[in-house]
């Protein structure tokens, strides 16, 4: 399945990148994706970062599902 | 009463100018079930940073889910408080030292729900709205990203 | 850090326009060490009473008393909370409704500061400010006289 | 000795004027003063207010002295 990932600040910054696309099977949660985005960003292990799954903060067991938009946010610093 | 609250726009470009801040004011003296304001302004620091002074913020965002979130905030406040009407409004790009990046406007028939509902929406904007701020330091092009407490 | 709090005029004839909060707002743009502004404003309430709506607070005080309960109040607060800086406004004379009598102003580098002083302040200023007003109701010159609660 | 005497808002509206020069026995209490004013005006009776002594708020025990400025504030209503 193909999902689409967003990097935010100093994330897309560590990254290299504000945005790909990923291919992944099927089922996938939200923990597994994130360890498979830290071995292909080693950088990302030292960085603080949240996920959030079609525009919602997503906890590790979340299924993540096709189309999704799975954005890494970094810590907020709104106002 | 506003009975249904659509989603407003919050994002502005750039500095918020205490001219926009008075006009909204203004636009409040026909409402004359209001008899409390509570503002909030946050302004950008010159704090001090290894390599220099910080110059400005440059704030991106994840405006989609920063827009819904605003929103919830909103409906949340409306919930808890007895409130009349209220504006929030965040800047995107460079906001210099010493501008205002955030205004949150909250107005209501007395003065305990105004109090309580600034400090409700400003510590939730803090906490879970998905803004991010590079703050610039000095001439030489240097920055660190801005992490709220 | 201001260090002397000389005693400021707080007494302004008639309504606080939303020119005159701008401006304050702007002054405070070149300083640099505050990151939050906590504003205050009390606006005349349409409310009904027996004989008609209020059409306005006609307010008179013990000045030279208020003046000095003014002062204490802001000595105060700059002793129990991180402020940077602190402007009070309070009309005297006729303010019409939907037009403010009282302007609060509050800043610090943090927010938290910001947030305690304004409520302090306002609360302080409603309890022991000696202050007057006369609700003007309808057309016909009634009256009745305010009370803080 | 001579006080002043200055009566603000509803006071001022129930008493006919905003100030008198009042002549009174030496030693004066707050509380004695209190007493005399509600003889010369009853309509005081049904009045809330307060009494200050030379801008103080004043209890009742605090002594008057010659000279003072006693102010009777009736219920605020700054903001």
């Given at each position: 399945m193909t999902i689409s990932i967003l990097y935010f600040g100093m994330l897309a910054e560590a990254t290299g990148h504000p945005s790909e696309t990923w291919e992944a099977t099927d089922p996938l949660s939200v923990g597994q994706l994130r360890e498979q985005l830290l071995q292909k960003y080693?950088?990302?292990?030292?960085r603080k970062f949240q996920l959030a799954v079609n525009q919602q903060i997503a906890d590790s067991a979340m299924p993540i599902n096709t189309n999704a938009e799975v954005a890494l946010l970094p810590p907020f610093a709104g106002g | 009463m506003e009975k249904t609250h659509t989603p407003k726009k919050v994002f502005v470009d750039g500095p918020i100018s205490p001219q926009f801040i008075s006009d909204s004011i203004a636009k409040h003296?026909?409402?004359?079930?209001?008899?409390a304001h509570s503002l909030f302004l946050g302004q950008i620091r010159a704090d001090q940073k290894d390599g220099g002074v910080v110059t400005g913020i440059e704030y991106t965002a994840y405006t989609e889910m920063a827009e819904k979130v605003f929103h919830d905030i909103r409906e949340a406040a409306f919930a808890k408080f007895d409130l009349v009407c209220m504006h929030i409004y965040h800047s995107l790009g460079l906001v210099p030292t010493g501008e205002v990046s955030l205004f949150v406007f909250v107005s209501s028939a007395h003065r305990r729900a105004s109090f309580e509902a600034l400090e409700y929406v400003v510590e939730e904007i803090k906490a879970k709205v998905p803004i991010f701020g590079k703050e610039l330091i000095g001439e030489t092009g240097e920055y660190t990203w801005k992490e709220n407490k």
């Open positions: 080693p950088v990302l292990r030292d | 003296q026909s409402k004359t079930n209001i008899g």
